[in-house]
C-alpha cells in the first residue's frame, strides 16, 4: 500500500476524489478506494515523484501524454494501463467556437490494487463531466465498473461530435449552393480533418476494447451485468465508426462534387473569354490593316470607315453564329 505522504513540489495538480452519500467529494489527501485525476500541465520531475510514491512505473504516466500514442492496455505485476482515445474539441487561434475543430488524444487510466489513476495531456470533456457530477451511478473504489463508465462517457462524446460535425456540414453544404467561397471550403477540410481523426481513433479504440472482453482483461467475465454493459459499450463504439465512415463517404462525395464544379466553371469561363478573343480578332485585324501608314484600296475614300464598321460588324456576327453552331453540335 502506498504512502500517504503529500507531494513535495506543490505545482502537479492532483485530485482525491471519493463519493459519499451520491456526491463527488474532494479530499486533501491520499486515502484507499479513491480517484486520483491528474490535472495537466504536467513536469516530469513531478510524475517521478508521484511514480515513486505509488509505485507505478514512470512510463504508464508518460505515455498517455504523448498525442500520437496508440490505443492499448499493458501491465507490470499488480499495476495496470489503458490507453483510450478520446475525442477533444480544440479552437483555431481566434478562439471563435465557430471555427472549432475536433480531434482525438489519448486518455491513460492506471489500475493499481487501491486505486484508477486518470491522466491526459490536456483537460477534456469526458473526465471533465465525472468532475462535474453529471455522470450518475458510479462509484470511484469500484474500479472495474468506474473503467466502462469512462468508456461509455467517451463514446457518447463521439457520437456527439460526430452530429455536431454532421450538422455543420449540412449547414455549409447549403451555403455553398449559393456562392462557393472559401469560407466555407476551408470549413469543410476542417471538417474531413476531424472526421479522420475519429475514424482512425475509434477502430483503434474498438478494436482495444474487443481485445480487453477476449482476455477479460478487467476481470469481469464473471460478472454478468458488467459483462452485458460492457459489450453494449463496444456495440456503440460500432455505431461510432458507422456513423465516422458514412460521414467521411458523404464529405468525400461532395468535395469530389465541387472541385469539378469549379473546374466546370472555370472551364466556361475560359471558353467564354475565347469566343470573345475569336470574334473580336478578325474585326480588329480588317481594322489594323487600315490603320497602317501605307497606301490601301479605297483609302482616300470619304466613306471608308462606315464600310470598314459595317465589315467588322458583319464579320464579327458572322463568327458569333459560326461558334455558337459549334458548339451546338
Known amino acids: 500500500m502506498p504512502i500517504a505522504l503529500p507531494i513535495k513540489n506543490a505545482l502537479i495538480m492532483i485530485q482525491y476524489i471519493a463519493k459519499e452519500n451520491g456526491k463527488l467529494v474532494f479530499l486533501d489527501k ?3 478506494g479513491v480517484w486520483i485525476n491528474i490535472i495537466p500541465p504536467h513536469h516530469k520531475d513531478e510524475l517521478e515523484e508521484l511514480s515513486e510514491r505509488f509505485n507505478i512505473p514512470l512510463d504508464f504516466l508518460t505515455d498517455p501524454l ?3 500514442e496508440r490505443a492499448r492496455y499493458e501491465w507490470e505485476d499488480d499495476i495496470k494501463l489503458i490507453v483510450i482515445n478520446i475525442p477533444f474539441k480544440e479552437k483555431d487561434n481566434d478562439d471563435n467556437e465557430n471555427h472549432s475543430y ?15 489513476i486518470t491522466i491526459s495531456s490536456k483537460e477534456n470533456n469526458v473526465i471533465q463531466r465525472f468532475l462535474d457530477g453529471k455522470v450518475k451511478n458510479f462509484k470511484p473504489s469500484k474500479i472495474q465498473h468506474f473503467i466502462l463508465k469512462i468508456m461509455e ?12 460535425l454532421n450538422y455543420k456540414r449540412n449547414m455549409l453544404e447549403q451555403e455553398l449552393y449559393n456562392s462557393s467561397r472559401n469560407k466555407e471550403l476551408k470549413e469543410l477540410l476542417k ?28 476481470k469481469i467475465r464473471e460478472n454478468e451485468d458488467y459483462l452485458d454493459y460492457f459489450e453494449d ?47 473580336l480578332e478578325v474585326p480588329t485585324l480588317v481594322a489594323s490593316f487600315y490603320g497602317m501608314n501605307v497606301d490601301l484600296p479605297f483609302s482616300g475614300y470619304k466613306y471608308i470607315f462606315y464600310i ?10 458572322f463568327l458569333v453564329w459560326v461558334v455558337t453552331q459549334k458548339v451546338k453540335l
Open 30 to 32: 491520499w486515502q484507499e
Open 66 to 68: 504523448d498525442i500520437e
Open 102 to 116: 475536433y480531434r482525438t488524444i489519448p486518455l491513460g487510466i492506471v489500475i493499481t490494487p487501491y486505486n484508477i
Open 153 to 164: 462517457q467517451t463514446v457518447l462524446w463521439y457520437l456527439e461530435y460526430l452530429k455536431r
Open 191 to 218: 471538417i474531413e480533418k476531424s472526421l479522420v481523426y475519429f475514424l482512425n481513433s475509434l477502430k483503434a479504440d474498438e478494436l482495444l476494447l474487443m481485445k480487453m472482453k477476449r482476455t477479460d482483461f478487467l
Open 233 to 279: 459499450i463496444i456495440i456503440d463504439y460500432s455505431q461510432g465508426l458507422d456513423m465516422a465512415n458514412v460521414h467521411t463517404n458523404i464529405l468525400g462525395g461532395i468535395m469530389d462534387t465541387y472541385a469539378t464544379i469549379i473546374s466546370n466553371n472555370f472551364n466556361n469561363l475560359v471558353q467564354r473569354l475565347t469566343f470573345i478573343t475569336i470574334i
Open 308 to 317: 470598314l464598321f459595317s465589315v467588322s460588324f458583319v464579320l464579327g456576327i
